[in-house]
Protein backbone atom coordinates (compact mmCIF):
# COMPACT_ATOMS: atom_id res chain seq x y z
CA UNK A 1 0.00 0.00 0.00
CA UNK A 2 2.52 2.70 1.04
CA UNK A 3 4.73 1.66 -2.53
CA UNK A 4 1.62 2.36 -4.45
CA UNK A 5 0.90 5.32 -2.83
CA UNK A 6 4.58 6.42 -3.05
CA UNK A 7 3.87 5.74 -6.89
CA UNK A 8 1.20 8.05 -7.12
CA UNK A 9 2.69 10.79 -5.77
CA UNK A 10 5.57 10.82 -8.04
CA UNK A 11 3.54 10.46 -10.85
CA UNK A 12 1.87 14.01 -9.75
CA UNK A 13 5.05 15.43 -9.29
CA UNK A 14 5.94 14.81 -12.91
CA UNK A 15 2.83 15.98 -13.80
CA UNK A 16 2.99 19.24 -12.09
CA UNK A 17 6.99 19.31 -13.46
CA UNK A 18 5.39 19.15 -16.70
CA UNK A 19 3.48 21.79 -16.91
CA UNK A 20 5.49 24.24 -15.37
CA UNK A 21 7.83 23.72 -18.35
CA UNK A 22 5.42 24.48 -20.95
CA UNK A 23 4.20 27.45 -18.86
CA UNK A 24 7.98 28.64 -18.93
CA UNK A 25 8.43 28.32 -22.60
CA UNK A 26 4.87 30.12 -23.35
CA UNK A 27 5.78 32.94 -21.38
CA UNK A 28 9.09 32.71 -22.90
CA UNK A 29 7.71 33.05 -26.27
CA UNK A 30 5.80 35.68 -25.20
CA UNK A 31 9.09 37.78 -24.20
CA UNK A 32 10.88 37.14 -27.09
CA UNK A 33 8.23 38.19 -29.12
CA UNK A 34 7.92 41.28 -27.34
CA UNK A 35 11.51 41.87 -27.18
CA UNK A 36 11.85 41.53 -31.27
CA UNK A 37 8.56 43.59 -31.56
CA UNK A 38 10.53 46.36 -29.11
CA UNK A 39 13.32 46.18 -31.31
CA UNK A 40 11.34 46.37 -34.60
CA UNK A 41 9.75 49.47 -33.25
CA UNK A 42 12.76 50.77 -32.04
CA UNK A 43 14.51 49.98 -35.76
CA UNK A 44 11.17 51.82 -36.97
CA UNK A 45 11.40 54.51 -34.74
CA UNK A 46 15.18 55.03 -36.58
CA UNK A 47 13.14 57.57 -39.16
CA UNK A 48 9.73 58.00 -37.07
CA UNK A 49 8.86 60.07 -34.03
CA UNK A 50 7.69 58.26 -30.58
CA UNK A 51 4.41 57.88 -29.95
CA UNK A 52 2.53 61.05 -28.55
CA UNK A 53 4.99 63.22 -29.96
CA UNK A 54 3.94 67.03 -30.48
CA UNK A 55 6.00 70.03 -32.38
CA UNK A 56 4.50 73.44 -31.42
CA UNK A 57 0.84 71.97 -30.53
CA UNK A 58 1.19 69.85 -33.84
CA UNK A 59 0.51 65.40 -33.49
CA UNK A 60 3.11 63.76 -35.58
CA UNK A 61 3.06 60.47 -33.39
CA UNK A 62 4.83 57.67 -35.77
CA UNK A 63 5.41 60.23 -38.79
CA UNK A 64 8.96 60.23 -40.63
CA UNK A 65 10.18 63.81 -40.99
CA UNK A 66 8.71 64.57 -44.61
CA UNK A 67 5.05 63.73 -43.22
CA UNK A 68 5.61 65.74 -39.94
CA UNK A 69 6.54 68.75 -41.92
CA UNK A 70 3.65 68.25 -44.16
CA UNK A 71 1.48 68.15 -41.06
CA UNK A 72 3.10 71.14 -39.70
CA UNK A 73 2.39 73.25 -43.00
CA UNK A 74 -0.95 72.49 -42.99
CA UNK A 75 -1.61 73.19 -39.20
CA UNK A 76 -1.42 76.63 -40.51
CA UNK A 77 -5.15 76.31 -41.79
CA UNK A 78 -6.38 74.94 -38.54
CA UNK A 79 -4.17 77.61 -36.39
CA UNK A 80 -5.39 78.73 -33.26
CA UNK A 81 -3.72 81.70 -31.40
CA UNK A 82 -5.25 82.04 -27.93
CA UNK A 83 -6.05 85.65 -26.09
CA UNK A 84 -6.79 84.96 -22.31
CA UNK A 85 -7.43 88.10 -19.77
CA UNK A 86 -8.84 87.40 -16.57
CA UNK A 87 -11.58 90.22 -17.20
CA UNK A 88 -13.11 88.93 -20.07
CA UNK A 89 -13.95 85.64 -22.34
CA UNK A 90 -11.38 84.05 -24.26
CA UNK A 91 -11.01 85.48 -27.75
CA UNK A 92 -9.12 84.50 -30.69
CA UNK A 93 -7.39 86.10 -33.68
CA UNK A 94 -7.78 86.33 -36.73
CA UNK A 95 -5.19 84.01 -38.22
CA UNK A 96 -5.31 85.53 -42.03
CA UNK A 97 -5.00 88.87 -40.92
CA UNK A 98 -2.32 88.14 -38.49
CA UNK A 99 0.01 86.39 -41.73
CA UNK A 100 1.13 83.95 -39.88
CA UNK A 101 3.01 81.44 -42.09
CA UNK A 102 5.91 78.68 -41.64
CA UNK A 103 9.33 80.42 -41.35
CA UNK A 104 11.55 77.15 -40.96
CA UNK A 105 11.30 73.33 -40.76
CA UNK A 106 14.70 72.70 -40.24
CA UNK A 107 14.30 71.64 -36.74
CA UNK A 108 11.94 69.01 -37.65
CA UNK A 109 15.25 66.64 -38.62
CA UNK A 110 17.04 67.54 -35.28
CA UNK A 111 14.00 66.78 -33.56
CA UNK A 112 14.20 63.63 -34.79
CA UNK A 113 17.82 62.48 -34.34
CA UNK A 114 17.38 63.64 -30.66
CA UNK A 115 14.84 60.93 -29.83
CA UNK A 116 17.19 57.81 -29.32
CA UNK A 117 15.29 54.64 -31.19
CA UNK A 118 15.53 52.45 -28.02
CA UNK A 119 14.01 54.46 -25.44
CA UNK A 120 10.67 54.76 -27.71
CA UNK A 121 8.77 52.58 -24.73
CA UNK A 122 9.13 55.70 -22.59
CA UNK A 123 7.06 57.54 -24.52
CA UNK A 124 4.04 55.60 -23.62
CA UNK A 125 4.18 57.18 -19.94
CA UNK A 126 5.90 61.09 -20.70
CA UNK A 127 5.25 62.07 -24.11
CA UNK A 128 7.73 64.44 -26.00
CA UNK A 129 6.25 67.21 -26.61
CA UNK A 130 8.59 70.29 -28.32
CA UNK A 131 8.34 74.30 -29.15
CA UNK A 132 10.30 75.41 -31.89
CA UNK A 133 10.54 79.40 -31.51
CA UNK A 134 11.17 80.75 -34.86
CA UNK A 135 9.35 77.76 -36.42
CA UNK A 136 6.09 80.30 -37.65
CA UNK A 137 5.87 83.81 -37.90
CA UNK A 138 3.97 86.30 -38.06
CA UNK A 139 3.56 89.49 -40.00
CA UNK A 140 3.82 92.69 -37.17
CA UNK A 141 1.71 94.81 -39.01
CA UNK A 142 -1.08 92.60 -39.31
CA UNK A 143 -0.75 90.80 -36.05
CA UNK A 144 -1.21 94.45 -34.95
CA UNK A 145 -4.58 94.85 -36.77
CA UNK A 146 -5.51 91.82 -35.70
CA UNK A 147 -4.84 92.16 -32.05
CA UNK A 148 -6.60 95.76 -32.16
CA UNK A 149 -9.76 93.90 -33.14
CA UNK A 150 -10.22 91.91 -30.45
CA UNK A 151 -12.84 93.33 -27.91
CA UNK A 152 -10.51 93.08 -24.85
CA UNK A 153 -8.40 95.78 -26.64
CA UNK A 154 -10.96 98.11 -27.98
CA UNK A 155 -12.43 98.19 -23.84
CA UNK A 156 -9.62 100.29 -23.18
CA UNK A 157 -9.93 99.38 -19.78
CA UNK A 158 -7.47 99.06 -17.08
CA UNK A 159 -4.62 101.31 -14.58
CA UNK A 160 -2.44 102.55 -17.13
CA UNK A 161 0.65 101.97 -16.10
CA UNK A 162 2.84 104.76 -14.28
CA UNK A 163 6.94 105.21 -14.38
CA UNK A 164 8.73 105.50 -11.33
CA UNK A 165 9.91 108.90 -10.05
CA UNK A 166 11.15 111.05 -8.04
CA UNK A 167 9.04 112.46 -5.41
CA UNK A 168 8.98 114.79 -1.83
CA UNK A 169 7.96 112.59 1.35
CA UNK A 170 6.41 115.18 3.56
CA UNK A 171 6.91 113.09 6.48
CA UNK A 172 10.48 112.32 6.13
CA UNK A 173 11.30 115.47 4.61
CA UNK A 174 13.60 114.64 1.72
CA UNK A 175 13.03 113.20 -1.46
CA UNK A 176 12.68 109.43 -2.16
CA UNK A 177 11.87 107.05 -5.12
CA UNK A 178 8.19 106.26 -6.28
CA UNK A 179 8.42 102.39 -7.68
CA UNK A 180 7.10 101.93 -10.83
CA UNK A 181 3.35 100.47 -11.12
CA UNK A 182 1.80 98.19 -14.03
CA UNK A 183 -1.55 98.30 -14.08
CA UNK A 184 -4.10 96.16 -16.21
CA UNK A 185 -4.59 98.00 -19.48
CA UNK A 186 -4.09 96.50 -22.93
CA UNK A 187 -1.37 98.16 -25.33
CA UNK A 188 -1.61 96.16 -28.48
CA UNK A 189 1.73 97.61 -29.40
CA UNK A 190 3.15 95.81 -25.91
CA UNK A 191 0.53 92.94 -26.83
CA UNK A 192 1.83 92.50 -30.38
CA UNK A 193 5.30 92.26 -29.57
CA UNK A 194 4.48 89.48 -26.58
CA UNK A 195 2.75 87.40 -29.10
CA UNK A 196 5.54 87.75 -31.80
CA UNK A 197 7.73 85.58 -29.44
CA UNK A 198 4.68 82.72 -28.58
CA UNK A 199 2.95 82.84 -32.03
CA UNK A 200 4.93 79.43 -32.52
CA UNK A 201 2.77 77.46 -29.81
CA UNK A 202 0.24 76.48 -32.15
CA UNK A 203 -3.47 75.79 -30.33
CA UNK A 204 -2.34 77.25 -26.91
CA UNK A 205 -3.82 80.47 -25.13
CA UNK A 206 -1.68 82.93 -23.88
CA UNK A 207 -2.20 84.36 -20.60
CA UNK A 208 -2.30 88.32 -21.15
CA UNK A 209 -0.73 89.28 -17.44
CA UNK A 210 1.31 86.33 -17.46
CA UNK A 211 3.02 87.09 -21.29
CA UNK A 212 3.61 90.71 -20.03
CA UNK A 213 0.62 91.85 -22.55
CA UNK A 214 -0.11 94.94 -20.55
CA UNK A 215 1.26 97.93 -21.16
CA UNK A 216 5.00 98.68 -19.09
CA UNK A 217 6.39 100.73 -17.03
CA UNK A 218 9.13 102.50 -18.74
CA UNK A 219 11.75 103.70 -15.95
CA UNK A 220 11.71 101.44 -13.15
CA UNK A 221 12.72 102.11 -9.54
CA UNK A 222 16.55 101.04 -9.94
CA UNK A 223 17.18 103.17 -12.55
CA UNK A 224 20.40 104.90 -11.88
CA UNK A 225 19.29 107.80 -13.17
CA UNK A 226 16.05 108.56 -10.57
CA UNK A 227 18.75 107.57 -7.43
CA UNK A 228 21.15 110.05 -9.56
CA UNK A 229 18.70 112.91 -9.04
CA UNK A 230 16.96 111.99 -5.78
CA UNK A 231 20.07 112.64 -4.07
CA UNK A 232 20.95 115.52 -5.93
CA UNK A 233 17.59 117.03 -5.06
CA UNK A 234 18.07 116.26 -1.14
CA UNK A 235 21.03 118.44 -1.67
CA UNK A 236 19.45 121.20 -1.76
CA UNK A 237 16.47 121.39 1.10
CA UNK A 238 18.69 123.25 3.74
CA UNK A 239 18.14 126.60 2.69
CA UNK A 240 15.72 128.60 4.64
CA UNK A 241 14.58 132.53 4.27
CA UNK A 242 12.64 133.89 7.47
CA UNK A 243 10.56 136.90 5.93
CA UNK A 244 10.51 139.74 8.66
CA UNK A 245 7.60 141.93 8.04
CA UNK A 246 7.07 144.10 11.27
CA UNK A 247 5.08 142.32 13.96
CA UNK A 248 4.51 139.45 11.37
CA UNK A 249 6.89 137.15 10.11
CA UNK A 250 7.07 133.34 7.91
CA UNK A 251 9.51 131.20 6.63
CA UNK A 252 9.75 129.95 3.41
CA UNK A 253 11.55 126.57 3.69
CA UNK A 254 11.77 123.34 1.69
CA UNK A 255 7.96 122.64 3.00
CA UNK A 256 7.07 124.82 0.71
CA UNK A 257 10.09 125.21 -2.08
CA UNK A 258 11.03 121.49 -2.74
CA UNK A 259 8.52 121.82 -5.47
CA UNK A 260 10.11 123.94 -7.88
CA UNK A 261 13.55 122.07 -7.39
CA UNK A 262 14.26 120.00 -10.42
CA UNK A 263 17.36 118.57 -12.27
CA UNK A 264 18.35 119.17 -15.75
CA UNK A 265 19.26 117.24 -18.61
CA UNK A 266 23.10 118.05 -17.63
CA UNK A 267 22.49 116.72 -14.65
CA UNK A 268 22.87 120.82 -12.11
CA UNK A 269 19.87 121.30 -9.56
CA UNK A 270 18.08 124.49 -10.67
CA UNK A 271 14.85 126.07 -9.79
CA UNK A 272 11.29 126.37 -12.37
CA UNK A 273 11.03 129.59 -13.39
CA UNK A 274 7.51 129.42 -13.62
CA UNK A 275 7.15 128.14 -9.89
CA UNK A 276 9.45 130.70 -8.47
CA UNK A 277 7.27 133.37 -10.34
CA UNK A 278 4.13 132.13 -9.43
CA UNK A 279 5.21 132.10 -5.91
CA UNK A 280 6.61 136.11 -5.73
CA UNK A 281 3.61 136.82 -7.48
CA UNK A 282 1.20 135.31 -4.44
CA UNK A 283 3.80 137.29 -1.74
CA UNK A 284 2.91 140.78 -4.09
CA UNK A 285 -0.70 139.97 -4.09
CA UNK A 286 -0.51 139.49 -0.38
CA UNK A 287 1.76 141.89 1.28
CA UNK A 288 1.51 144.92 -2.10
CA UNK A 289 0.14 147.33 -0.52
CA UNK A 290 0.89 150.34 -2.90
CA UNK A 291 -2.16 152.71 -3.68
CA UNK A 292 -4.06 150.84 -1.50
CA UNK A 293 -7.13 152.52 0.77
CA UNK A 294 -6.40 152.55 4.27
CA UNK A 295 -8.74 152.52 7.27
CA UNK A 296 -7.09 155.28 9.63
CA UNK A 297 -7.46 156.17 13.28
CA UNK A 298 -7.21 159.76 13.65
CA UNK A 299 -6.55 161.86 16.60
CA UNK A 300 -10.09 162.10 17.49
CA UNK A 301 -11.12 158.42 17.85
CA UNK A 302 -12.60 158.89 14.61
CA UNK A 303 -11.76 156.75 11.59
CA UNK A 304 -11.14 158.61 8.21
CA UNK A 305 -10.35 156.43 4.79
CA UNK A 306 -7.74 157.00 2.24
CA UNK A 307 -6.04 156.71 -0.92
CA UNK A 308 -2.62 157.06 -2.17
CA UNK A 309 -1.84 156.70 -5.70
CA UNK A 310 1.65 156.80 -4.88
CA UNK A 311 1.99 155.24 -1.25
CA UNK A 312 2.26 151.45 -0.03
CA UNK A 313 5.12 148.92 -0.20
CA UNK A 314 5.65 147.06 -3.68
CA UNK A 315 7.72 144.29 -4.12
CA UNK A 316 10.08 143.96 -7.09
CA UNK A 317 9.15 140.72 -8.51
CA UNK A 318 12.04 140.54 -10.81
CA UNK A 319 14.64 141.33 -7.81
CA UNK A 320 13.03 139.18 -5.11
CA UNK A 321 12.79 136.59 -7.74
CA UNK A 322 16.36 136.19 -8.48
CA UNK A 323 17.59 136.68 -4.64
CA UNK A 324 15.18 133.86 -4.04
CA UNK A 325 16.92 131.60 -6.60
CA UNK A 326 20.32 132.46 -4.81
CA UNK A 327 19.41 131.67 -1.83
CA UNK A 328 17.74 128.46 -1.94
CA UNK A 329 20.78 127.31 -4.59
CA UNK A 330 23.70 128.94 -2.36
CA UNK A 331 21.89 127.09 0.89
CA UNK A 332 21.36 130.24 2.72
CA UNK A 333 19.58 130.77 5.78
CA UNK A 334 18.88 133.90 6.34
CA UNK A 335 16.08 136.65 7.72
CA UNK A 336 15.41 139.44 5.54
CA UNK A 337 12.69 141.40 4.39
CA UNK A 338 11.11 141.40 0.19
CA UNK A 339 12.97 143.17 -2.13
CA UNK A 340 10.77 146.14 -2.65
CA UNK A 341 10.94 149.08 -5.92
CA UNK A 342 8.66 151.06 -3.46
CA UNK A 343 8.76 151.23 0.18
CA UNK A 344 6.36 152.48 2.86
CA UNK A 345 6.92 153.27 6.86
CA UNK A 346 6.13 150.45 8.14
CA UNK A 347 4.48 146.74 8.04
CA UNK A 348 2.60 147.78 10.84
CA UNK A 349 -0.60 150.55 11.33
CA UNK A 350 -1.90 150.16 7.74
CA UNK A 351 1.93 151.07 6.85
CA UNK A 352 2.13 154.10 8.56
CA UNK A 353 4.17 152.86 11.55
CA UNK A 354 3.59 154.66 14.85
CA UNK A 355 5.80 158.03 13.91
CA UNK A 356 3.44 160.24 11.82
CA UNK A 357 2.42 164.22 11.31
CA UNK A 358 -0.84 163.89 11.27
CA UNK A 359 -3.30 167.07 10.09
CA UNK A 360 -6.71 167.61 10.07
CA UNK A 361 -7.70 169.77 7.21
CA UNK A 362 -11.20 170.18 8.84
CA UNK A 363 -9.95 171.21 11.91
CA UNK A 364 -7.03 172.98 11.12
CA UNK A 365 -5.03 170.84 13.51
CA UNK A 366 -1.79 169.00 13.75
CA UNK A 367 -0.72 166.54 15.31
CA UNK A 368 3.26 165.21 15.91
CA UNK A 369 3.91 161.64 16.53
CA UNK A 370 7.30 159.31 16.94
CA UNK A 371 7.80 156.17 18.32
CA UNK A 372 3.90 155.82 19.03
CA UNK A 373 4.54 159.00 21.36
CA UNK A 374 2.58 162.49 21.02
CA UNK A 375 5.34 164.88 20.97
CA UNK A 376 3.23 168.17 20.05
CA UNK A 377 -0.23 169.80 18.20
CA UNK A 378 -0.64 173.05 17.11
CA UNK A 379 -3.20 174.72 15.03
CA UNK A 380 -2.44 175.65 11.76
CA UNK A 381 -3.54 177.01 8.00
CA UNK A 382 -3.81 175.45 5.24
CA UNK A 383 -4.80 176.46 1.45
CA UNK A 384 -7.04 179.28 0.62
CA UNK A 385 -10.86 177.91 -0.30
CA UNK A 386 -11.85 181.06 -1.87
CA UNK A 387 -8.92 181.17 -4.34
CA UNK A 388 -9.19 177.52 -5.38
CA UNK A 389 -5.84 176.30 -3.36
CA UNK A 390 -7.37 173.55 -1.40
CA UNK A 391 -5.35 171.36 0.36
CA UNK A 392 -5.73 167.90 -0.97
CA UNK A 393 -5.79 165.21 1.99
CA UNK A 394 -3.23 162.05 1.18
CA UNK A 395 -0.74 159.54 2.75
CA UNK A 396 2.58 161.16 1.86
CA UNK A 397 6.60 161.32 2.65
CA UNK A 398 8.55 164.63 3.67
CA UNK A 399 10.51 164.69 0.71
CA UNK A 400 13.76 167.19 2.03
CA UNK A 401 14.12 169.56 4.17
CA UNK A 402 15.72 173.07 3.71
CA UNK A 403 16.53 176.24 6.69
CA UNK A 404 15.88 179.89 5.77
CA UNK A 405 15.01 179.75 1.87
CA UNK A 406 12.30 181.79 -0.25
CA UNK A 407 9.23 179.98 -1.51
CA UNK A 408 8.21 181.78 -4.87
CA UNK A 409 5.30 182.06 -7.14
CA UNK A 410 3.97 183.03 -9.71
CA UNK A 411 2.77 186.03 -7.01
CA UNK A 412 4.39 185.56 -4.01
CA UNK A 413 8.38 185.49 -2.60
CA UNK A 414 8.12 184.48 0.76
CA UNK A 415 11.34 183.70 2.80
CA UNK A 416 10.62 180.90 5.46
CA UNK A 417 13.24 179.48 8.34
CA UNK A 418 11.93 175.76 8.13
CA UNK A 419 10.73 174.28 5.05
CA UNK A 420 9.57 170.44 4.44
CA UNK A 421 7.93 169.80 1.62
CA UNK A 422 5.48 166.50 0.89
CA UNK A 423 3.56 166.75 -1.67
CA UNK A 424 5.28 168.27 -4.98
CA UNK A 425 5.40 172.15 -4.31
CA UNK A 426 3.44 171.97 -0.61
CA UNK A 427 5.29 171.80 2.38
CA UNK A 428 5.25 172.31 6.21
CA UNK A 429 6.57 175.75 7.26
CA UNK A 430 6.63 178.20 9.51
CA UNK A 431 4.33 181.56 8.84
CA UNK A 432 5.79 184.72 10.54
CA UNK A 433 3.51 186.93 8.83
CA UNK A 434 0.69 185.53 11.00
CA UNK A 435 -0.68 186.03 14.28
CA UNK A 436 -3.82 183.52 14.42
CA UNK A 437 -3.81 180.25 13.36
CA UNK A 438 -6.66 178.05 13.31
CA UNK A 439 -10.52 178.19 12.48
CA UNK A 440 -11.92 178.94 9.83
CA UNK A 441 -8.80 181.60 8.71
CA UNK A 442 -8.08 179.16 5.96
CA UNK A 443 -11.29 179.70 3.80
CA UNK A 444 -10.97 183.03 3.25
CA UNK A 445 -7.36 183.42 3.57
CA UNK A 446 -5.53 180.47 4.02
CA UNK A 447 -2.30 179.33 2.00
CA UNK A 448 -1.15 178.95 -1.50
CA UNK A 449 -1.57 174.95 -0.31
CA UNK A 450 0.94 174.73 2.09
CA UNK A 451 0.58 173.84 5.92
CA UNK A 452 1.05 177.04 7.65
CA UNK A 453 2.75 176.32 11.47
CA UNK A 454 3.39 179.12 14.60
CA UNK A 455 7.48 179.56 13.99
CA UNK A 456 8.29 177.56 17.22
CA UNK A 457 5.81 174.51 16.33
CA UNK A 458 7.64 174.59 12.63
CA UNK A 459 11.50 174.49 14.25
CA UNK A 460 9.80 171.58 17.22
CA UNK A 461 8.61 169.67 14.08
CA UNK A 462 11.93 170.33 11.86
CA UNK A 463 14.12 168.84 14.34
CA UNK A 464 11.69 165.78 15.55
CA UNK A 465 11.40 164.89 11.50
CA UNK A 466 13.46 163.59 8.81
CA UNK A 467 13.28 163.34 4.90
CA UNK A 468 10.76 160.10 4.48
CA UNK A 469 8.94 160.80 7.47
CA UNK A 470 4.36 160.27 7.27
CA UNK A 471 2.55 162.95 6.47
CA UNK A 472 -1.49 162.03 7.15
CA UNK A 473 -4.00 164.89 5.56
CA UNK A 474 -7.09 164.42 5.72
CA UNK A 475 -10.66 165.90 5.06
CA UNK A 476 -12.92 164.57 7.44
CA UNK A 477 -16.39 165.12 5.03
CA UNK A 478 -14.18 163.55 2.56
CA UNK A 479 -12.91 160.07 3.89
Known amino acids: MAEEASQET ?107 P ?23 DGLFEAVSELSSVKAGRGNRPINAYVYYDMDKGQFEIKAERYGEYIDPEVLTDALLTTAARHGEVHNIPEMGGYAQPKVLKTDEKLSSDRDALNGYLDAEITYDLGSKSFTLDK ?27 SMAAKYDTYGDERNITTSY ?13 KIDQLSEMERVSNDILDHHVVTRDFEY ?25 LFLYKDGVRLLDTDVVTGNLRTG ?23 YRTFVHYWMPFNKGIGLHDATWRSQFGGEIYKTSGSHGCVNMPLEMAQAVYEAVEPGYMVICYWEDES
Not at 349 to 356: A, R, T
Open 10 to 116: AAQLNKKAGFGKRLGRFFGIILIVLALAYVAAAFYMTEHFFPFTKINGVDVSLMNVDRAKSALESSIRNYKLGIEDPRYDTEYVDVSAAGIEVKSLEAVDSLREAQK
Open 118 to 140: CLWGMSLYSPEEYTVEDMFEADR
Open 255 to 281: GMYHDWLYVRDDGVVDLSEMKLRNYVE
Open 301 to 313: GTTVTLKSKNYGW
Open 389 to 411: CKTPGGIYKINFMNRDRYLTGDT
Open 341 to 365: EQVAASHDNVDLGNSYVEINLTRQH
